[in-house]
């Protein structure tokens, strides 16, 4: 039998172009969502298939719909480079039995990636994915795999060239008045990274009164002066130094497949991912006065269980990643779920991360109250206190994780920082919550070679000396 390099993490399968992402593996992998969707009873009702900015994402994309189209299974085939969330909508749209979508989202360039949707658009649950996974260790094992060339599927009505643009715009208006919100005066500054959300926000804000600029906005797949397309501060230095030359009054950054949101402040300093979670939270509960449950991973807020506090609404609390998220959201019908990575979902919506409707609501609640984005979070620390955030990545050699995780696993300090440890728990990594709420956590990332220690706290130093703590428990 054939070695496996095909491995799903928290939000699909992610590997380096021309080494283990190869076309010989992204066909094995539609051939096992082919597989799926005849099992299932689903294969009758078609497939979505979307792709990102990426090196060879659109020809990636192709040979996946060949393979789809070889089982005799209709393709929706986006016609162009197209955001995560849309291709999840696209799902409803066409009442198809999933999505694929070629996509590394926030890695760095070098890597691509198969995400797979489930029917209701959101990330295929753990169940789906190792029946999936079932099916590609036996294509491995057969060397089954069935193809159709794209011209033949056109001539057999197989493949039908979708653009969602229109119809998504559509969409949002059900969750946003759009006019009502385009007769601000906001000047912003919009950073789509070189990735698929390019355009969006001067689409959906045509009409608008609003000055928007947008930045990184062609297709570079090398995605230059970044480490990586993911919205957080050490990527965003070319949006603050805008922001500051055109005087604007916020920032908006998208990733590579426009999932996860970065906010800058009028002041060009970047809104970790936590304020703005709870920001948004905040602007429906308070602003739409909306109601339900808030559902947070476990690298998310605290400030989220404060808000539930605050207006009495559930806080339910999840394994990192939005696949556990969703099912809570769907269960309670909750107004928000929303992760660490800056990726956030809305009631009534598809249940998945969408970072352009979280950024139209950004911008609604800065249009709403008249407050600067500065002047929000001072709004948000009157109700819930001071939150400040930080999160250290650390690459590692393979064969330390056992070690890493034996040195976290057997430590059980009382205090640190100087606050007594209310309690350790391995929900998912290792959590260590203090008495006065702060919390350092430990865990491995799901989607990339790393160990990831996030810490949240009153003071931006307080968090650096957690941080620093949390590193010397790991050992690296």
Not at 43 to 53: F, N, P, Q, S
Not at 209 to 227: A, G, L, Q, T, V
Not at 382 to 389: A, D, Q, T
């Amino acid at each position: 039998m054939k070695d496996n390099p095909i491995k799903f993490g928290t939000d699909g399968w992610r590997g380096i172009i021309a080494d283990d992402f190869t076309f010989d593996n992204v066909r094995i992998c539609a051939q096992a969502v082919a597989d799926y969707l005849k099992n299932s009873g689903l294969a009758a009702r078609g497939l979505v298939i979307g792709y990102d900015t990426r090196f060879a994402s659109k020809d990636f994309a192709e040979a996946a719909a060949e393979v789809i189209c070889g089982n005799n299974i209709k393709v929706y085939l986006c016609n162009k480079a197209t955001p995560t969330p849309v291709v999840s909508y696209g799902v409803l749209l066409k009442k198809a039995g999933g999505a694929v979508v070629i996509t590394a989202s926030h890695n760095p360039a070098q890597w691509n990636g198969f995400k797979y949707k489930s029917d209701d658009g959101a990330s295929a649950p753990t169940e789906v994915i190792a029946e999936i996974e079932k099916n590609i260790a036996s294509i491995i094992t057969n060397g089954k795999i069935k193809r159709l060339s794209q011209a033949e599927a056109d001539k057999q009505g197989l493949i039908e060239h979708i653009d969602l643009a229109s119809p998504y715009h559509k969409q949002i208006r059900k969750f946003i008045n759009l006019d009502e919100l385009g007769r601000g005066n906001l000047k912003i500054v919009v950073d789509s990274m070189h990735g698929a959300g390019a355009g969006y926000y001067k689409m959906l804000l045509a009409d608008s009164s609003h000055k928007i600029i947008e930045i990184n906005d062609n297709r570079n797949p090398s995605f230059p002066d970044m480490k990586q397309p993911e919205p957080i501060a050490v990527n965003l230095s070319k949006l603050s130094t805008k922001i500051k030359e055109e005087g604007a009054d916020i920032g908006i950054a998208t990733d590579g497949d426009a999932d996860r949101l970065g906010i800058m402040d009028e002041k060009g300093n970047f809104l970790t991912q936590l304020q703005v979670f709870a920001l948004l939270a905040l602007y429906l509960l308070e602003v739409r006065q909306q109601q339900g449950a808030l559902v947070k991973t476990i690298t998310s807020t605290s400030m989220l269980d404060r808000l539930g506090e605050i207006f009495n609404m559930p806080v339910y609390e999840t394994s990192v990643g939005f696949k556990y998220v969703a099912p809570i959201m769907l269960r309670e019908n909750a107004l928000i779920g929303g992760e660490e990575s800056g990726g956030y979902g809305f009631r009534g919506h598809v249940p998945e991360r969408d970072a352009i409707l979280a950024g139209l609501f950004s911008l609604d609640l800065v249009s709403k109250t008249g407050k600067t984005p500065s002047q929000l979070l001072s709004y948000l620390y009157s109700k819930v206190g001071p939150h400040h955030y930080n999160r250290l990545d650390i690459e590692f050699a393979k064969e330390q994780r056992d070690k890493i995780t034996g040195r976290v696993s057997s430590s059980s300090p009382e205090v640190l920082d100087g606050v007594r440890v209310a309690r350790k728990d391995t929900f998912d990594g290792f959590r260590f919550i203090l008495a006065d709420t702060s919390w350092l956590l430990i865990r491995f990332s799901g989607t990339e070679p790393l160990l990831r220690i996030y810490a949240e706290s009153d003071s931006p130093a307080r968090v650096e000396r957690l941080l620093k703590t949390g590193r010397q428990l790991t050992g690296v």
